[in-house]
């Protein structure tokens, strides 16, 4: 297994994959750290979660399932 060099926050995924940062966010819930997902802590209680590659292509996958089991918030997105 490669080192992992760089993260990718969920802010920054949802700009890449051109999706809602809440959905993803939802999907994260279900991940685990061996999914390519981390927990990135800053000052307080609050995090936000950051992915490695694998974690994105990991995220990719699972983004059209958790599609078709959402009810659309947004009726011009499928």
């Known amino acids: 297994m490669a080192a992992i060099v760089s993260i990718f926050?969920?802010?920054r995924v949802a700009e890449m994959l051109d999706e809602d940062e809440d959905?993803?966010?939802e999907i994260v819930i279900d991940m685990e750290p061996e999914d390519?997902?981390?927990?990135?802590?800053g000052c307080g209680e609050d995090y936000t979660p950051a992915f490695?590659?694998?974690g994105i292509e990991n995220l990719?996958?699972?983004i059209p399932m958790y599609r078709k089991n959402a009810?659309?918030?947004d009726p011009t997105r499928p």
């Open 71 to 73: 009810v659309p918030a």
């Open 23 to 25: 959905f993803l966010h």
């Open 9 to 11: 926050t969920l802010a």
């Open 52 to 54: 490695s590659e694998d």
């Open 60 to 62: 990719k996958e699972l």
């Open 36 to 41: 390519g997902v981390i927990a990135v802590h």
